[in-house]
């Protein structure tokens, strides 16, 4: 069984940075793509950034620029740093790992993590 949990949310003024957590236990990291969705009160939960197997990446155009995705297959973990977060950016953030490249959804998913950006 595959358990993802994140850490590293909290409360934090406009500009400031975070780095986030997502600790992959069950099995190795390496054989999965990763992710990080986040979600704001009432609205869906929307992709932030990913990474692959290869550690390729890609961001989402709002924080393109500002957020950096890794990961360490030594720590099984990755990691997802946010520099010049905004108000924008308060959610609870959800890591998630997919076996299969291309499939469409990820199968595993943590409980989230909490982010307030306040101005």
């Known amino acids: 069984q595959v358990q993802l949990v994140e850490s590293g949310g909290g409360s934090v003024q406009a500009g400031d940075s975070l780095t986030l957590s997502c600790a992959v236990s069950?099995?190795?990291?390496?054989?999965?793509?990763m992710a990080w969705f986040r979600q704001a009160p009432g609205k869906e939960r929307e992709f932030v950034a990913a990474?692959?197997?290869?550690?390729?990446?890609s961001f989402s155009d709002s924080v393109k620029g500002r957020f950096t995705i890794s990961r360490d297959n030594a720590r099984n973990t990755v990691y997802l740093q946010m520099n010049g977060l905004k108000p924008e950016d308060t959610a609870v953030y959800y890591c998630a790992a997919k076996r299969v490249p291309l499939a469409p959804k990820y199968d595993y998913w943590g409980q989230g993590t909490q982010v307030t950006v306040s101005s």
């Open positions: 990474i692959n197997r290869n550690s390729g990446t």
């Open positions: 069950g099995r190795t990291v390496s054989v999965y793509d």
